[in-house]
């Protein structure tokens, strides 16, 4: 391999809680004159068009709404391992990108995945100066580069679901997009290991990969995703296109935990076996979301009397126009990761329509979509842990490249993953894996994944991801 010095990250030490302004306990100011401005020039001239589809939006919202809070646990999709070797039917598929989220259970053997999750605590013990979030009472560990994690990140059948969930559901408008979704790269991300009785670790509704970012032309601006939303067209916004994804920009403000990189799905895998209330997952599970969320701080309500149905009917909602639009952008703050609740996003319904991931036993992977709602438990109820690690899914783009080339400098130095808080992170920890572990670990897309290895194009794939792949080894030196 071929070494490269890439500027180093310069993140200050923290831990989970600094992505997120409720956890952080920073105090809420009111965002800065410029945000109101950008305000106004994202809806200037389309309000009729806006105020006509925040209309239809609700309506269909209330519909949605009451399907899930029916539904429950059952509306979230679910598909066996063994299944995806030929592939699902149209109406699997159409419904995973509905809810943007999926449970594919069996993905690694049971007995490996629990055995995941022993090899981590005895990592933490002889490693007692491991940071975590709470200090007194660890859940969320500032760990990225212990062995169970590498191994998992490297495992022939997760790159295999990967790969199945970039290729199968994303997609691009033209051929000539320089993004590859054949070839998944690693993430390093950390790992919670929850135990029964927690509430510390109550981290509610939230959308990561940015939060006021999704509002600015300098962020996901740049790329034009979500054009059609704030032009009323919220039914023609497509949200697994993913040519605009290549040029936005998701962390315009360094924030601890900020997403750089293009993860097309976040996702984790079950070390425990773990039910609803035990400490797990919960989504919104409607891909409509995106839409509310964005066009919710125009809007605002007439008759603020929280009593029966007639807050939420749409005749109660008004547009805001430019002599009374505020700077606000309803749980958006630099810096942090988008966060939702009731009193900020009332036709969500959330605290009803919040909605648990089915049992999962060791080995199970779960992938929501970038912009999905998600939460965890805000308390423990189970009787025994609840322990995963995180593993998004990114496909291969001149960004993620440029962040592999930081990630990779990361692993080698033992320190966080650049997009995480800073610090000496795991340097100085014992029995840290070694790039020669690594090697004899993985297999060659495991190594290709964590771009140690060159990247070779598919025959069959598109000029875009041809001219990608190359500039992907360029930029990490394995030409």
């Known amino acids: 391999m071929k070494k490269m010095t890439p500027k ?108 995941y999750k022993e090899r981590v605590e005895d990592y933490v013990h002889k490693n007692p100066h491991t940071r975590a979030f709470p200090p007194h009472d660890p859940q969320v560990y500032e760990l990225y580069w212990s062995e169970p994690q590498i191994k998992a990140r490297s495992h022939p059948s997760m790159l295999k679901v990967q790969k199945y969930l ?119 599970p409607l891909m409509l979301s995106t839409a509310y969320t964005l066009l919710r701080p125009f809007f605002r309500p007439i008759n603020e009397t929280k009593i029966g149905d007639g807050f939420l009917d749409e005749r109660n909602w008004a547009f805001t126009g430019e002599d009374d639009m505020t700077s606000d952008l309803h749980g958006a703050f630099p810096g942090h990761g988008q966060e939702l609740n009731d009193e900020l996003h009332p036709h969500l319904e959330l605290s009803r329509t919040m909605t648990h991931v089915p049992e999962i036993k060791p080995g199970a992977f779960v992938a929501w979509h970038c912009d999905t709602i998600h939460a965890v438990d805000k308390v423990h109820k189970g009787h025994s842990d609840s322990s995963v690690l995180y593993i998004p899914v990114c496909p291969v783009t001149e960004l993620n490249a440029q962040y592999l080339v ?31 572990m690594l090697r004899r670990w993985t297999s060659v897309e495991g190594r290709q994944a964590m771009g140690l290895d060159k990247l070779i194009a598919s025959p069959a794939a598109l000029p875009g991801a041809r001219e990608v792949v190359e500039r992907f080894n360029a930029t990490l030196g394995l030409v």
């Open 406 to 436: 930081r990630q990779r400098q990361a692993f080698l130095a033992g320190t966080p993953g650049p997009d995480f808080p800073g610090g000496e992170g795991e340097s100085k920890h014992i029995d840290r894996p070694t790039e020669e």
């Open 8 to 115: 180093p990250a310069t993140k200050r030490t923290g831990d989970i809680s600094d992505s997120f302004v409720s956890l952080s306990g920073a105090e809420l100011a009111p965002l800065p004159d410029r945000f109101r401005q950008l305000k106004l020039d994202l809806v200037r001239d389309r309000e009729k068009d806006i105020v006509a589809g925040w209309k239809r939006l609700l309506r269909t919202l209330r519909e949605e709404n009451e399907i899930i809070a029916k539904k429950g646990t059952g509306v979230i999709p679910q598909v066996e391992f063994a299944d995806l070797e030929n592939g699902l039917d149209s109406k699997a598929r159409e419904e995973i990108k509905k809810r943007g989220v999926v449970v594919v259970h069996g993905v690694i053997p049971e007995k490996e995945a629990r055995g």
């Open 166 to 284: 970039l290729s199968d559901f994303w997609h691009s408008a033209s051929p000539n997009t320089p993004i590859s979704l054949d070839i998944p790269l690693s993430y390093a991300d950390r790992l919670r290991i929850r135990q029964p009785g927690d509430a510390a670790f109550a981290l509610g509704p939230h959308i990561d990969g940015g939060s006021v970012e999704r509002w600015m032309k300098d962020g996901y601006g740049r790329g034009n995703v979500y054009d059609k939303v704030f032009e009323g067209k919220w039914e023609s916004y497509d949200p697994w296109e993913a040519s605009g994804r290549v040029d936005a920009v998701n962390d315009l403000h360094n924030g601890l935990g900020a997403c750089s990189a293009f993860r097309a799905w976040q996702g984790w895998v079950s070390m425990s076996a773990v039910g609803p209330e035990e400490g797990t997952l919960l989504t919104y």
